[in-house]
């Protein structure tokens, strides 16, 4: 029996029928026609691909921007048996040789992985080695430098047309504005792509937008009266901690979320939201992509976010199940001098962009003209420190130089330890004997470490764990202990950025030929901040079509159920009671009514119209007889 794309989804995912546009979107692919999918987020993107590719002999490849994103999908498809890969983390070059030749004669399905690690050679002659059904480009709105995540690398995918001219693109995205969506064609150099644009809209998902002054205090009473998993977006990690704090004491289930939890600690902190043991999550707008939670009843935005892209995709987390959700954002005045000094004052001119680029190569002691090849970490903020460059001036630029393909950027939480013995060989090993708890930890750094008599050594704690049946706080409970009885000297320094150069050191020379670059992320980011402010203040038109509109999508009817529409009805409701209570004065004004005749001159709802003659009535406005005749107050 030949497999149908509908015999695929019930068979692997359980469903009988697609959402709108995913079967076309898959029936053009079948064709090896090129496509562009818009769908809004929720929308099923990943089926649109993986199906397909189930279809076709072969492998498909599958670009994507966080390893977080990569990961869950791989675990996904496994869980469904069915093989896929993934090129991600710190992988050896054996590693990554060895998982290539698995998609090379290991009947792989999938191979996921990062637009950086696309640009790789063994990587690239591999894939041209490859039998590959389909190329998938998910986040596709990276690719240009007018989208909310723009990433350089995503510019150079056209590698792939080289490596398989034959095989049919797929790039899809849920933010897209139709500057995007013609830079992504241009950018791919796709000819003729077939275009299937869904409407964003969502909707299950009722948007609000409320000025209060007392943030705190409307959000304790919104999620008393709101239950349900929630997430709650801010812009800083001390507002991860305050909030938690507030929430925590009020009794509400909540956890902070940010890149400076260790990483243990953060899955544990996931694992306990997706599984429902803990309510509300708290986090920095990175949170939530690649986490697959179909009942988020609540998005809350505590502080304003940087664009519409970026309020609509975080907003687009709540509600995946199809039931009724909410996307709250919450702002008082003092939030837009909070939006002006942390993004539009903090957005570099090309003479700070220049200022960090040198003091970056200094710090790493870059000679003019050399180019370090490997990734470098270091703490960013120490970085900040020492040249006492602006935390928000600081980061903005490197962004700008990641943007501009002078170097690559991360952001990544690790611990980098050191350690060196500072007693005798002979009396170290005497301590171990006399000291069981410190035993097999002193033996395995003897045994591994040959020089750390002499020099501080960088260890790796994982390696340790392996071998040694401790978790990792307990070795550096075991180390510091160790430290304090000056067995060991011990130096603990927290990274939290890795960078890797991709151009020589060339100061002026590389600034100067990306100062259009910089310009045009400049402007892009100014224009992006006067589009969520607009979207805010503008109360007059429903909020639904003000995004839609963003996008692309005109002629859109309101929603009837944003703060914007809520409160034109409400307004509506007061204007036509006032104008009931003035018709029915003025025909009692003529003559007295029976009261059913009285109600039935008006078309509106019946009930209305009695309320509103009670209230004339008990305000004395009007009088009503024992045998329900109607008069006003004068004619007796």
Request: proline letters at 3%.
């Amino acid at each position: 029996m030949n497999e149908t794309p509908l015999h695929i989804l019930q068979k692997y995912w359980g469903y009988t029928s697609f959402k709108p546009a995913q079967e076309a979107i898959i029936e053009s692919v079948l064709q090896q026609k090129d496509t562009l999918a818009l769908l809004p987020t929720g929308g099923g993107k990943s089926i649109c691909y993986q199906v397909p590719a189930l279809l076709k002999e072969g492998i498909c490849i599958v670009v994507s921007p966080l390893i977080a994103l990569i990961q869950d999908q791989v675990a996904q498809l496994q869980k469904k048996n069915i093989k896929a890969i993934a090129l991600s983390g710190k992988l050896s070059f054996a590693e990554v040789n060895q998982l290539l030749d698995n998609c090379l004669y290991g009947n792989y399905k999938f191979l996921y992985l990062s637009p950086e690690r696309l640009q790789n050679q063994l990587v690239q002659e591999r894939i041209k080695q490859m039998q590959v059904s389909l190329i998938a480009i998910d986040e596709a709105h990276c690719i240009s430098q007018w989208g909310h995540d723009f990433r350089p690398d995503y510019r150079k995918l056209t590698i792939l047309k080289e490596l398989q001219a034959q095989t049919p693109i797929i790039a899809l995205t849920a933010t897209a504005t139709p500057q995007v969506v013609d830079d992504i064609i241009k950018t791919l150099e796709i000819d003729e792509p077939q275009v299937f644009k869904s409407s964003f809209k969502r909707e299950n998902i009722h948007f609000y937008i409320q000025e209060r002054a007392d943030k705190n205090l409307y959000l304790l009473d919104y999620l008393k009266k709101n239950e349900g998993s929630s997430i709650i977006y801010v812009r800083n990690r001390k507002s991860t901690l305050q909030l938690q704090t507030l929430l925590s004491e009020n009794k509400f289930s909540a956890e902070a979320y940010h890149g400076g939890i260790a990483n243990d600690e953060r899955k544990k902190i996931l694992n306990h939201w997706l599984a429902n043991k803990t309510q509300i999550i708290i986090a920095t707008t990175a949170f939530g992509m690649g986490i697959d939670k179909a009942d988020v009843k609540n998005v809350i935005h505590y502080h304003i976010p940087e664009s519409i892209e970026s309020y609509y995709q975080e907003a687009g987390r709540a509600g995946r199940n199809g039931k009724k959700a909410t996307a709250l954002l919450l702002y008082n005045q003092s939030d837009f001098e909070l939006i002006d000094n942390q993004f539009v004052r903090n957005i570099p001119t090309k003479k700070q962009v220049a200022f960090i680029y040198k003091k970056l190569n200094n710090y790493f002691e870059i000679a003019y003209g050399e180019l370090r090849e490997e990734t470098l970490n270091f703490g960013f903020y120490e970085f900040c420190k020492t040249y006492k460059i602006p935390l928000q001036i600081g980061y903005n630029s490197l962004e700008t130089l990641n943007n501009c393909g002078i170097l690559q950027l991360e952001k990544q939480y690790q611990q980098q330890i050191s350690l060196q013995v500072i007693i005798s060989q002979k009396a170290v090993i005497a301590y171990a004997q006399n000291n069981f708890k410190y035993k097999f930890l002193i033996e395995y750094l003897l045994r591994n470490q040959t020089a750390i008599f002499d020099e501080m050594i960088s260890i790796k704690l994982e390696k340790i764990e392996k071998k040694i049946d401790l978790q990792p706080q307990d070795i550096i409970k075991r180390l510091q202990e160790l430290h304090d009885s000056e067995i060991i000297r011990l130096e603990i320094k927290n990274q939290d950025t890795s960078i890797r150069f991709l151009v020589p050191r060339e100061d002026k020379y590389t600034l100067n030929t990306n100062t259009e670059s910089i310009k045009q992320i400049r402007k892009s980011k100014l224009d992006k901040i006067e589009a969520i402010k607009k979207l805010i203040l503008q109360q007059k038109t429903c909020i639904v079509i003000q995004i839609l509109s963003y996008f692309g999508e005109e002629n859109s009817k309101p929603c009837g159920k944003c703060s914007v529409c809520a409160g034109n009805k409400n307004s509506r409701q007061a204007i036509n009671k006032t104008e009931i209570k003035n018709k029915i004065i003025d025909l009692l004004a003529h003559k007295s009514f029976n009261l059913k005749d009285l109600v039935l001159q008006f078309d509106e709802n019946h009930e209305t119209v009695i309320n509103i003659i009670r209230d004339l009535n008990e305000q004395q406005i009007i009088k009503i007889s024992e045998n329900n005749i109607v008069k006003l107050q004068k004619n007796e």
